[in-house]
């Protein structure tokens, strides 16, 4: 029983640097456009980020559910702990190698794909809840498309009203307008985010037989969405300088188009109780913002380097989870 009790804190503890190290990758995500056009100075951007995150992480608790029952049953995994652990493991790695170099990757995938193959290799691929793999899975696929098209929409009709008015006027207002859609966005990635740890927690209790359910503690809900405010509070500069000043020339008119877009859908999905990616969300409404102003202004190779990241981060998690489980245990 102690010896239980010590891997279940060595998951929790693992969970909640998970969602540290999220804080302030992610996050950046959410500030980005905000710091870059000046709207919000750094240091009031991530006080303002923490907050939002905090409130949004412990308002909600439906993705929590979702990513602690839809990858496998933790009811029914002997190792259900061990599992973990290698998951979170992979996933942390993953985080840091990419924050190391400044690539906007998910957070999001590289814990769901961790989690997929460590239950692979740790108890087999019938223990693979593969529909709701694959349901969590289009959900992350299919949220850049829309935030893509939504934020080339909002542009649009952004243009058309706002064309014939001098740029500083109306650069001036949408800059004051980027205070409310950073907190938006921070919040949206509160009640998205922040509920992936507070899952994997929750699995982690029900598998070692601490919970009967998938229902989340408050400890829980508050342990995570501190730690996530905590990681947040850290900053992520080198990702905050990649979406806002790399992928094209963000005006306060931008940043507010593609923070109003980001934030509508990763809330759209929190309310849909599907896990999303708030780095994919950010990032393609930034693409489709920039398309929308000229398309020869986004800068297409860096964005197709990002694009890559997407793609590789899910089975690149789930292969070295299943290595951490097979060299730990």
């Known amino acids: ?15 909640l640097a998970f969602d540290f190290i999220n804080g302030f990758h ?38 929590a559910k979702t990513i602690g029952g839809s990858v496998a049953d933790p009811s029914k995994l ?17 985080n840091l190698v990419t924050w190391w170099l400044g690539i906007p990757s998910s957070s999001s995938h590289a814990l769901i794909g961790a989690m997929a193959g ?35 929409i909002i542009m649009t009709i952004l243009k058309w009203t706002f064309g014939k008015k001098s740029p500083h006027t109306v650069n001036k207002g949408f800059r004051s307008m980027q205070v409310i859609t950073a907190a938006a966005q921070s919040f949206t990635h509160g009640t998205n985010d922040a509920q992936k740890a507070m899952g994997v927690i929750t699995f982690a209790l029900v598998t070692s037989g601490h919970l009967d359910s998938l229902e989340v503690p408050l400890w829980v809900k508050i342990a995570a969405a501190t730690s996530m405010a905590l990681g947040t509070s850290v900053g992520g500069w080198k990702i ?20 109003l877009t980001s934030a509508s ?27 929308s102003k000229r398309f020869s202004e986004v800068k297409w190779s860096l964005a ?23 060299i730990l245990f």
């Open 1 to 15: 029983m102690e010896t239980s009790l010590f891997v279940l804190g060595i998951v929790i503890f693992l969970a």
């Open 26 to 63: 992610d996050t950046a995500n959410a500030i980005a456009t905000s710091v870059s056009t000046r709207a919000l100075k750094p240091r009031t951007a991530i006080i303002l980020a923490a907050i939002m995150n905090f409130v949004g992480a412990v308002l909600f608790t439906g993705v």
């Open 78 to 94: 002997d190792n259900g702990l061990q599992v973990t652990i290698a998951a979170l493991l992979a996933a942390i790695i993953w």
């Open 118 to 152: 460590a239950v692979f290799v740790g108890a087999g691929p019938e223990y693979v809840n593969w529909a709701g793999f694959k349901g969590i899975v289009e959900a992350l696929l299919l949220s850049p498309l829309i935030a893509f098209v939504v934020g080339y």
């Open 240 to 259: 905050i300088k990649t979406m806002g000043t790399k992928i094209f020339k963000i005006e306060p008119i931008n940043g507010f188009a593609a923070d």
């Open 265 to 291: 859908v990763i809330f759209g999905a929190t309310l849909l109780k599907l896990p999303v990616s708030t780095t994919h969300a950010v990032t393609s409404a930034i693409l489709g913002v920039g398309s």
């Open 304 to 326: 197709g380097r990002i694009v890559i990241t997407w793609f590789i981060t899910i089975p690149i998690a789930a292969v070295l989870a299943g290595i951490i489980f097979k």
